[in-house]
């Protein structure tokens, strides 16, 4: 059988050769010569039809002795040829066109935000199908996503395309693509119910245990004790603290609930926001969805035969985490969004969590300025996760714990720091912490273990793996100074953006069409003998 299947490779090799060229310049992700995808279909059309007349009429010129079929080719063959040598390819190219348009789409806002962005990009010398692209769920404003990637720190070329109220948005710098998905995406339209006056609620705290540190200045994840998985950061509070003692001294941990120290708001920290009422209607969650589908199949089409995106980014605000009616619907708006994309996409991609709004926190202020807004304005705040491990439930529960806990960490490591126990701002670090362990930090858990793992209650449903890369904490205000732990981020997306998964329908797919190519490839190497054979019946048997 293998040998068999040698010989016929080998025999069909020039067949394959020959088909494979038009394939490789119809497929080409670049533009060829400055000419679209269907002006090459065209281009490739015409070349054909003149092979084939060609091939007319060398035949009918080498048959000596059919006088009328050689008058009829002069006089009405060759027209006719002619006339579809230059009307077929027209016709070609206008239904390639029109077929890669496709319907005529129900999301026309999603349309006209998506051209100007093409445009904007262009305009800038950047191309979406040379470059990663990165989708970020979860913007609950324009003034929210302005902020964001104004604390990136980053040289964008392109900067919040198109402006005002609109779906998308794009970012653009020579390394990436960071597409916004306001308006098409259920975690998206269920943060923007929180509205910007929530957000004075509760905090999540970040956390950055996990990962050992040594002393240097790299930048990277933001540790107790260090910086960037490599580089101490608290020099003195690393050397004596280590792992810290949760249980030591003077029972601190866990005796203060928030509100009940009446110097709490003094401090300056705030007051939770109250519940908001509102709530995603089933209709609106699932139209959403279908708004996210479409922007994915938007980016399946741009960037053929690459890969749909290389990354996504869910940003989950402080102010709808600290929402008890938000925070319960949260986890199910992530599955949905993520599952929709992988669907879609057939593509599995690092996924990074990112809590925003810590600025509105005074204990998150605060620890920002005890470690220095230079180091924080260039390091991660957070946990990391191995995007190869699988996020199963145990997994991602054990991971929300480690993180949760380990923000302690930083608590304890400031407060040993020398003459640490007398800095004016240990009040507001302390009601963080008590915020933190006795608030939310089950929200924190409920959010990723429901949202983020792939086993989500009993029942286990074969699906995609997630690449979940970690869950990061960030403020992104206004000001350069209510800035930090957001660059690095970026940075890290950037680095993973070739770990990257085919799901099983995908390569499904794939193999079915390399079948189907075969089988064509085959059929056509039939044909091509075929027509040799009746050359040679028809000059040498039939003709001697």
Same mark, same amino acid.
């Given at each position: 059988?293998?040998?068999?299947?040698?010989?016929?490779?080998?025999?069909?090799?020039?067949?394959?050769?020959?088909?494979?060229?038009?394939?490789?310049?119809?497929?080409?992700?670049?533009?060829?010569?400055g000419?679209?995808?269907?002006?090459r279909?065209?281009?490739?059309t015409?070349i054909?039809?003149i092979?084939?007349?060609?091939?007319?009429?060398?035949s009918?010129?080498?048959?000596?002795d059919?006088?009328?079929?050689?008058?009829?080719?002069?006089?009405?063959?060759?027209?006719?040829?002619?006339?579809l040598?230059?009307?077929?390819?027209v @016709?070609?190219?206008?239904?390639?066109?029109s077929?890669?348009?496709?319907?005529?789409?129900?999301?026309?806002?999603?349309?006209?935000?998506?051209?100007? /962005?093409?445009?904007?990009?262009?305009?800038?010398?950047?191309?979406?199908?040379e470059?990663?692209?990165?989708? @970020?769920?979860?913007?609950?404003?324009?003034?929210?996503?302005?902020?964001l990637?104004?604390a990136?720190?980053?040289?964008?070329?392109?900067?919040? @395309?198109?402006?005002?109220?609109?779906?998308?948005?794009?970012?653009?710098?020579e390394?990436? @693509?960071?597409?916004?998905i306001?308006?098409?995406?259920?975690?998206?339209?269920?943060?923007?119910?929180?509205?910007? +006056?929530?957000?004075?609620?509760?905090?999540?705290?970040g956390?950055?245990?996990?990962?050992?540190?040594?002393?240097g200045?790299?930048?990277?994840?933001?540790?107790?004790?260090?910086?960037?998985?490599?580089g101490?950061?608290l020099?003195?509070?690393?050397?004596?603290?280590?792992?810290?003692?949760?249980?030591?001294?003077?029972?601190?941990? /866990?005796?203060?609930?928030?509100?009940?120290?009446?110097?709490?708001?003094?401090?300056?920290a705030?007051?939770?926001?109250?519940?908001?009422?509102?709530s995603l209607?089933?209709?609106?969650?699932?139209?959403?969805?279908?708004?996210?589908?479409?922007?994915?199949?938007?980016?399946?089409?741009?960037r053929?035969?690459?890969?749909?995106?290389?990354?996504i980014?869910?940003?989950?605000?402080?102010h709808?985490?600290?929402?008890?009616?938000?925070?319960?619907?949260m986890?199910?708006?992530?599955?949905n969004?993520?599952?929709?994309?992988?669907?879609?996409?057939?593509?599995?991609?690092?996924i990074?969590?990112?809590v925003?709004?810590m600025?509105?926190?005074? +204990?998150?202020?605060?620890?920002?300025r005890?470690?220095?807004?230079?180091?924080?304005?260039?390091?991660?705040?957070?946990?990391?996760?191995?995007?190869?491990?699988?996020?199963?439930?145990?997994?991602?529960?054990a991971?929300?714990?480690?993180?949760?806990?380990?923000?302690?960490d930083?608590?304890y490591?400031?407060?040993?720091?020398p003459?640490?126990?007398n800095?004016?701002?240990?009040?507001?670090?302390?009601?963080?912490?008590? =915020?933190?362990r006795?608030?939310?930090?089950?929200?924190?858990r409920?959010?990723?273990?429901?949202?983020?793992s792939?086993e989500?209650?009993?029942?286990?449903?074969?699906?995609?793996?997630?690449?979940?890369?970690?869950?990061?904490?960030?403020?992104?205000? =206004?000001?350069?100074?209510?800035?930090?732990?957001?660059?690095?981020?970026?940075?890290?997306?950037?680095?993973?953006?070739?770990?990257?998964?085919w799901?099983d329908?995908?390569?499904?797919?794939?193999?079915?069409?390399?079948?189907?190519?075969?089988?064509?490839?085959?059929?056509?190497?039939?044909?091509?003998?075929?027509?040799?054979?009746?050359?040679?019946y028809?000059?040498?048997?039939q003709?001697?």
């Amino acid at each position: 059988m293998n040998f068999l299947s040698q010989f016929f490779r080998f025999i069909t090799a020039p067949f394959r050769f020959l088909f494979s060229l038009p394939m490789a310049v119809i497929s080409a992700p670049r533009r060829l010569m400055g000419l679209s995808l269907p002006a090459r279909v065209a281009l490739l059309t015409t070349i054909l039809l003149i092979i084939c007349v060609v091939v007319a009429f060398l035949s009918v010129w080498l048959t000596e002795d059919e006088a009328d079929t050689w008058n009829y080719w002069m006089r009405w063959g060759i027209l006719v040829a002619l006339a579809l040598l230059f009307v077929i390819p027209v @016709v070609v190219y206008y239904a390639v066109k029109s077929w890669l348009q496709g319907e005529i789409s129900r999301y026309p806002d999603i349309d006209q935000a998506w051209n100007e /962005g093409l445009q904007a990009l262009a305009a800038n010398g950047l191309d979406l199908a040379e470059m990663p692209v990165f989708l @970020v769920l979860g913007a609950a404003d324009e003034r929210s996503t302005r902020a964001l990637f104004e604390a990136s720190g980053l040289d964008f070329l392109v900067r919040h @395309v198109p402006p005002g109220r609109k779906p998308l948005h794009w970012y653009g710098d020579e390394n990436g @693509v960071y597409l916004v998905i306001r308006d098409a995406s259920h975690l998206s339209r269920l943060n923007s119910l929180a509205g910007a +006056g929530a957000a004075a609620a509760l905090p999540m705290g970040g956390d950055v245990h996990g990962t050992a540190q040594t002393p240097g200045t790299a930048q990277g994840t933001l540790a107790a004790g260090g910086i960037r998985d490599s580089g101490a950061f608290l020099h003195a509070a690393a050397e004596e603290v280590g792992e810290p003692d949760f249980g030591g001294g003077g029972g601190i941990q /866990g005796t203060l609930v928030p509100g009940a120290a009446p110097s709490e708001y003094a401090s300056g920290a705030r007051p939770a926001a109250p519940a908001t009422t509102a709530s995603l209607g089933r209709r609106e969650a699932e139209e959403q969805i279908e708004r996210l589908r479409y922007v994915c199949s938007l980016l399946v089409h741009a960037r053929q035969p690459l890969c749909p995106m290389n990354g996504i980014l869910t940003l989950l605000p402080l102010h709808a985490v600290s929402d008890v009616m938000l925070a319960k619907d949260m986890p199910g708006a992530v599955q949905n969004d993520l599952t929709a994309i992988r669907q879609t996409t057939k593509l599995c991609c690092p996924i990074t969590a990112m809590v925003t709004g810590m600025e509105t926190e005074s +204990g998150f202020t605060e620890l920002v300025r005890r470690v220095g807004a230079g180091r924080a304005k260039t390091n991660r705040f957070g946990k990391g996760f191995n995007v190869w491990n699988p996020p199963t439930a145990e997994n991602i529960d054990a991971f929300s714990a480690h993180a949760c806990g380990s923000f302690e960490d930083w608590v304890y490591s400031l407060f040993r720091e020398p003459d640490g126990l007398n800095k004016p701002g240990n009040a507001k670090l302390y009601s963080l912490l008590c =915020k933190i362990r006795s608030q939310l930090r089950s929200r924190l858990r409920n959010i990723l273990l429901h949202g983020y793992s792939t086993e989500t209650g009993d029942e286990q449903p074969e699906q995609a793996p997630l690449l979940f890369s970690g869950c990061y904490f960030a403020a992104t205000g =206004k000001t350069g100074d209510r800035q930090a732990f957001v660059k690095n981020v970026f940075e890290k997306m950037l680095d993973m953006e070739e770990e990257l998964d085919w799901t099983d329908d995908a390569l499904i797919e794939d193999d079915r069409y390399h079948a189907m190519a075969r089988v064509s490839m085959g059929v056509s190497g039939l044909v091509i003998l075929g027509i040799i054979a009746m050359f040679v019946y028809k000059f040498y048997f039939q003709g001697g």
